[in-house]
Every structure is written in structure tokens, then in C-alpha cells.
């Protein structure tokens, strides 16, 4: 038995914790959020890029402050 803090940090490094598109209830990809990052850069409306992924605009606020998908970077062209 461990801290709370080495708990987490052990799920993490076991592969316990699934994040991304390898999330069971994720409804995006890397390549997706790749190309929602693109569209925000290209000052594409919050509104238009969450219907055309079908999520909120809530949700590409999230991607776009970093709140959430933390761990993709990339960015990649779309057309929307």
C-alpha cells in the first residue's frame, strides 16, 4: 500500500488508467483533436467546430485551454 499520489502514479504505469481515444466513453481521436486545434488556430467558431465533431462547444473550450486531451499535441489540418 502506497499514498494516494503513488496509487495513481502506479495505475498510470501499469496501463490501469486509459486516456485518449482509448477511453471506453471517448468520442474523439488523437487525429480529431489534432484537427480541432487546427480549426481553432484558423478562428473557425466554437459552434461549428462541435457540430461538425458532434460534441459541445464546452468541449473544444476544454481542448482548447488544455483541460482536457493534455497529452495530444499534434495539430492537423481540416476542413470544415
Known amino acids: 500500500l502506497g499514498s494516494p499520489a503513488q496509487n495513481s502514479a502506479d495505475a498510470v504505469q501499469a496501463g490501469r488508467i486509459r486516456k485518449g481515444s482509448a477511453h471506453p466513453h471517448s468520442r474523439l481521436t488523437e487525429s480529431d483533436v489534432a484537427a480541432i486545434r487546427h480549426a481553432i488556430g484558423m478562428e473557425v467558431?466554437?459552434?461549428?467546430?462541435?457540430?461538425?465533431?458532434?460534441?459541445?462547444?464546452?468541449?473544444?473550450?476544454?481542448?482548447?485551454?488544455?483541460?482536457?486531451?493534455?497529452?495530444?499535441?499534434?495539430?492537423?489540418?481540416?476542413?470544415?
Open 45 to 80: 467558431p466554437y459552434k461549428n467546430i462541435a457540430e461538425h465533431f458532434g460534441i459541445t462547444r464546452s468541449t473544444v473550450c476544454d481542448i482548447h485551454r488544455g483541460r482536457t486531451w493534455k497529452q495530444t499535441t499534434a495539430v492537423a489540418a481540416v476542413d470544415l
